[in-house]
């Protein structure tokens, strides 16, 4: 019966079984597709079920793939494995086009692309070029774009399809190419690759090496993953996880990505309690602004993880205009307006609904809005800081804009008292 | 010096500068370029732009774009312009898709789709559908699939590029075409075109009306926007950011998004006061306590917006198995072990490094390890019901979270340490 299913579905149907089975399954089904299922896998599934495979086996499933997609279980595999499984790989062209795409780091162009491309001479006329495509073509599940190069390899513009299917066949070729073409370097980080891909609304783009000679070609799909890894990195550091974690990973790994900022949020509690304890003294007679600590602390932390999520998405998506000064400006307004508002809130609150004293309330009020001026343009200049240093903004957000928020905003708060109320 | 350069380059340019300096620019550009310029500017100025320019000029935009963009721009248009740009339409059938396209819902397949389309009848030959294609080529910028309709013009199925250039041209259609191609309904969420489209890894679906009529297609690119805007969303969930806003947006916009949830969290700010109200009377005995209060709440706080996160994320891929039974369970081990290594470094801090007495330190070590509990079951439990429910998960990530378990974790550890300390 999965015999009759497309490969994403049986892939996540074998998810949900455990590792046996899965195996079990995987090893019976109909050997054409079980390629294309191995790349949909969750990655312990995959890795399991590779361990149980022998490198002949391997190497029968890589030969079914796509360059990038070989490249990237071969890359996987342990180092003795890897070359096992390659000697395995009975298409040599294929072997040296899948050794190649090893050569270069993940996170580039290079680790993006795959060799499966149709070039054509720029010296030959449509007709060639057809004959050639059609043969070409055989190996290339999706033609994408058709690339010209120079007797060299090197690239020299592109071929649509469509002018390929409306140009008479003795045309040369040189006549109708298009000269403008967009392409990336093999070492061009794959963030920027998906950020021009976007921007010109491109489903393929070519890549070149240090020479301009065509090495090979990403498309689109590849980069829906990339961007979707980026969007959720930032959210899972926004949230205070330190690394690509699933909700279907081990307690360990769980735990690896989330201790460590619990631990430093824990260190910034120890400072909190510190600086109340400063002011202990001032309990007898004040104890009542003790009360308010956890909801300055909070409101601190929730006004700068606002901020600097803002800044961090405009980052990504190059939406940041203006100065450092002209963006700490707005911010300042906009600070202003909302503490303004929620210090009213707070004042009238803490009277009425509280039954506070005046003069706590005025306290509290003040402090309010000192702090969400204070968390908020720290949100925004430590994010803007960090990426000019070259440093991933996304790292400000959550618990490290929180907590430090946290100590700031009760330091400042305990210190207005201090002022107002005159101890 | 404008002219040479991409349109979304131009875009970029344009959005830099202001109002007037970007319009007057835009109508001296050359009017090839400004349709496709127009759709890449950011709201705001192509709003202004389109202010300027009668129904006549904006009807000329929009003959140059595609039917789904055309509808996009459209729809921004006040009700009255709107029509009076429809019937300056040059193109009636251009015009006529337009209009249908409105009647979809902007978050459907109907909404996102477009006209432009390549189709042939499943009684024609390769040869006869070569010819046809060409011509309909003319009105489709890039050719993804050649979809294959019966007479009354329902969708049986797809032709390949490829195939149709490794095939004899006398070779009828019904022999070559692929019976089985996925496709969307008119009315299928945006959000489940997204999923379908990157699960099959497809660059284009064909969308069918209730009758199984093919009346458009949706490609990739359209759905990489529907990819962002979701991630972008749940990112601005997570920070309390309660709508689509971006930095350069007015600061009235901004804290329309802002205010709410921290109106929200002042509320529950005032709950935390009033809790530690009730414990005013042991603050003579105790008052040390009361230096803890915002380290707990930070602690309840971070460790449920993780908690959150991991399911909110693992929803939006469809990767989380297992009851929610299990999961709970999986986050309880989690939430011990990591809360027994917290209340550890918590116990010896309090003791060692912020000199508190033996009894603070158990205290609030117990207290720290049962928040943490209960914390991560709330942050896993209510995104899980609100899914089941219908309602967004993302919405119980960032303020509402924090806010909840700031009052929670408070509520436990002075009852906690009203138990151990027999007050």
């Given at each position: 019966?999965?015999?009759?299913?497309?490969?994403?579905?049986?892939a996540?149907i074998?998810?949900?079984l455990?590792?046996?089975?899965a195996?079990y399954?995987?090893k019976?089904?109909d050997?054409?597709?079980?390629a294309?299922?191995?790349?949909?896998?969750?990655?312990?599934?995959?890795?399991?079920?590779l361990?149980?495979?022998?490198a002949?086996e391997?190497?029968?499933?890589?030969d079914?793939?796509?360059?990038?997609d070989?490249?990237?279980?071969i890359a996987e595999?342990p180092?003795?494995?890897?070359?096992?499984v390659i000697?395995e790989?009975?298409d040599v062209?294929?072997?040296?086009d899948?050794?190649d795409?090893?050569?270069y780091?993940e996170?580039?162009?290079?680790?993006?692309?795959?060799?499966?491309?149709?070039?054509?001479?720029?010296?030959?006329?449509?007709?060639?070029?057809v004959?050639?495509?059609?043969?070409?073509?055989?190996?290339?599940t999706?033609?994408?774009?058709?690339?010209v190069?120079?007797?060299?390899?090197?690239l020299?513009?592109?071929?649509s399809?469509?002018d390929?299917?409306?140009?008479?066949t003795k045309?040369?070729i040189?006549e109708?190419?298009i000269?403008k073409?967009?392409?990336?370097k093999?070492?061009?980080p794959?963030?920027e690759v998906?950020?021009?891909m976007?921007?010109y609304?491109?489903?393929?783009?070519?890549v070149?090496?240090?020479?301009?000679?065509l090495v090979?070609r990403?498309?689109?799909?590849?980069i829906?993953?990339v961007?979707k890894?980026e969007?959720d990195?930032?959210?899972?550091?926004a949230?205070?996880?330190?690394?690509?974690?699933?909700?279907?990973?081990s307690?360990?790994?769980?735990?690896r990505a989330?201790?460590?900022w619990?631990v430093?949020a824990?260190?910034g509690?120890?400072?909190?309690?510190?600086?109340?304890?400063?002011?202990e003294a001032?309990?007898?007679e004040?104890?009542?602004?003790?009360?308010?600590?956890?909801?300055?602390?909070a409101?601190a932390?929730?006004?700068?993880?606002?901020?600097s999520a803002?800044?961090?998405?405009?980052?990504?998506?190059?939406?940041?205009t203006?100065?450092?000064?002209?963006?700490?400006?707005k911010?300042?307004s906009?600070s202003?307006l909302?503490?303004?508002?929620?210090?009213?809130?707070l004042?009238?609150?803490s009277?009425?609904?509280?039954?506070?004293e005046?003069?706590i309330?005025?306290v509290?009020?003040?402090?309010?809005?000192?702090?969400?001026?204070?968390?908020?343009?720290?949100?925004?200049?430590?994010?803007?800081?960090?990426?000019k240093?070259?440093i991933d903004?996304?790292?400000a957000?959550?618990?490290?804009?929180?907590t430090?928020?946290?100590?700031?905003?009760i330091?400042i708060?305990?210190?207005i008292?201090?002022?107002?109320?005159?101890?």
């Amino acid at each position: 019966m999965l015999n009759d299913l497309h490969h994403a579905d049986i892939a996540e149907i074998l998810d949900e079984l455990d590792f046996d089975e899965a195996t079990y399954i995987f090893k019976v089904l109909d050997s054409e597709k079980t390629a294309e299922i191995l790349l949909e896998l969750e990655d312990d599934l995959r890795e399991n079920i590779l361990r149980r495979l022998s490198a002949k086996e391997i190497a029968e499933e890589l030969d079914e793939l796509d360059t990038d997609d070989a490249a990237d279980i071969i890359a996987e595999l342990p180092q003795s494995k890897m070359e096992e499984v390659i000697s395995e790989l009975e298409d040599v062209e294929h072997a040296k086009d899948i050794v190649d795409l090893l050569r270069y780091d993940e996170d580039t162009a290079g680790g993006l692309m795959g060799k499966e491309l149709v070039k054509v001479n720029v010296n030959w006329n449509v007709l060639t070029c057809v004959k050639e495509m059609r043969q070409q073509a055989e190996h290339v599940t999706r033609v994408h774009s058709i690339y010209v190069v120079d007797d060299e390899d090197r690239l020299k513009g592109r071929l649509s399809l469509k002018d390929l299917l409306t140009t008479s066949t003795k045309t040369p070729i040189s006549e109708v190419y298009i000269k403008k073409v967009d392409y990336v370097k093999v070492d061009t980080p794959d963030v920027e690759v998906a950020r021009i891909m976007q921007k010109y609304d491109l489903e393929a783009i070519p890549v070149v090496d240090e020479m301009g000679r065509l090495v090979g070609r990403i498309t689109i799909d590849d980069i829906i993953d990339v961007i979707k890894e980026e969007a959720d990195k930032d959210y899972q550091l926004a949230a205070g996880i330190s690394q690509d974690v699933e909700a279907d990973d081990s307690i360990l790994e769980l735990t690896r990505a989330r201790l460590p900022w619990l631990v430093l949020a824990l260190f910034g509690g120890f400072v909190t309690v510190h600086v109340m304890g400063l002011f202990e003294a001032v309990m007898k007679e004040h104890g009542k602004l003790f009360f308010f600590t956890p909801l300055i602390a909070a409101m601190a932390g929730n006004v700068g993880v606002q901020s600097s999520a803002i800044i961090v998405q405009g980052l990504a998506n190059n939406a940041i205009t203006g100065t450092l000064a002209q963006r700490l400006l707005k911010e300042l307004s906009l600070s202003l307006l909302n503490g303004f508002i929620l210090a009213v809130i707070l004042f009238l609150g803490s009277h009425f609904l509280l039954g506070f004293e005046f003069a706590i309330g005025e306290v509290v009020a003040i402090a309010l809005i000192t702090v969400i001026i204070t968390a908020s343009l720290i949100g925004t200049f430590i994010p803007i800081v960090l990426n000019k240093y070259g440093i991933d903004p996304a790292l400000a957000t959550g618990p490290f804009i929180t907590t430090s928020n946290d100590i700031l905003g009760i330091l400042i708060y305990l210190n207005i008292a201090r002022v107002i109320l005159g101890f």
